[in-house]
């Protein structure tokens, strides 16, 4: 072997064993974690955010949930192996083992931690540490498996990234936070059960209790639309409060409205194609709607 293919072919090994562990962390969710997060943070601040805390506030959020999320996969492996969805994921192809996969979580998710301690507030490092415990051990460990309502009980722990962000500048919990934390509460179902929708036959052979699994695609297509029109009124409630403005109130009538025109269409002329269309737009309607939420809070003052 040359001494150019050596270095060449570690290069490689370090690049793949990059992306394994990189995939691991979940990167789109973990992007939609953090932009909430930011998006509380700009919002409780009557000014400018301070470097300080917005740089590490976001990086120490985004290093707990990509620790949250290796956890998830590391328990949730098996699972993973026999589902279409998530087969493609490291350690069910075996680029990664169970030690460095613990490893990696616990040197990232302390790296966030500490972070968080030694640069933003106690308060953000215990409420963010709290999260943690609640999507990785309560969520996947306790109620994935043993409940259909495992994404209604477990989604507390994702929705609260705004409040994270929001105690990272206040160094409190206010109530504008906690209404943000409802709006993804409230989000969370009708989200999840569209992408159970489309893949029951998946859950089912993996031997998680989803909604349509334990209770039928009919039932969870009524729930789907229930919690749809949850949402929307829960949407709102910054505009009543005055929390926001008129502009606000255009984009979650509007978003809120397309959002509503799925669910029905998801109970009352089921595909799989019109599910997947709605798990779609649901993750562009969260991020569309917070988006409008700071930019009428800019606008505003």
């Not at 992306?19 to 973990?30: D, G």
């Not at 509380?40 to 949930?65: D, H, K, N, R």
Request: hydrophobic share 55%.
């Amino acid at each position: 072997m040359s001494t150019h293919a050596l270095p060449a072919g570690l290069a490689r090994t370090f690049a793949q064993r990059a992306r394994a562990f990189y995939a691991l962390t979940k990167p789109r969710v973990v992007a939609l974690i953090v932009f909430t997060a930011v998006i509380g943070m700009l919002l409780a601040a009557p000014g400018a955010v301070p470097a300080q805390i917005l740089i590490g506030g976001t990086l120490g959020i985004a290093l707990v949930a990509g620790a949250a999320a290796a956890v998830n996969c590391l328990v949730e492996q098996n699972i993973d192996a026999v589902m279409l969805r998530t087969r493609w994921r490291p350690l069910p192809r075996g680029e990664l083992s169970t030690l460095q996969t613990l490893v990696f979580a616990g040197v990232v998710g302390g790296a966030g931690l500490w972070v968080l301690a030694n640069f933003v507030n106690s308060l953000t490092m215990w409420l963010t540490l709290a999260t943690f415990v609640g999507y990785a051990i309560v969520y996947t460990v306790i109620l994935k498996p043993a409940t259909p309502q495992n994404i209604v009980i477990g989604g507390a722990s994702g929705a609260m990234p705004p409040v994270l962000g929001w105690a990272a500048v206040t160094g409190q919990v206010h109530t504008d936070a906690m209404l943000l934390f409802l709006i993804i509460f409230a989000w969370t179902p009708p989200h999840f059960w569209a992408l159970a929708l489309y893949r029951t036959a998946d859950y089912a052979k993996a031997g998680l209790p989803m909604l349509p699994v334990t209770h039928g695609k009919k039932y969870t297509r009524l729930q789907v639309l229930l919690y749809t029109i949850i949402l929307f009124g829960v949407s709102l409630l910054p505009y009543a409060i005055r929390m926001s403005g008129l502009l606000y109130l255009a984009a979650a009538c509007s978003l809120g409205a397309v959002f509503l025109g799925y669910a029905i269409r998801v109970y009352a002329a089921y595909s799989d194609r019109v599910a997947r269309a709605m798990f779609r737009f649901s993750i562009v309607y969260l991020a569309a709607l917070f988006g409008a939420l700071l930019l009428d809070h800019y606008l505003a003052h």
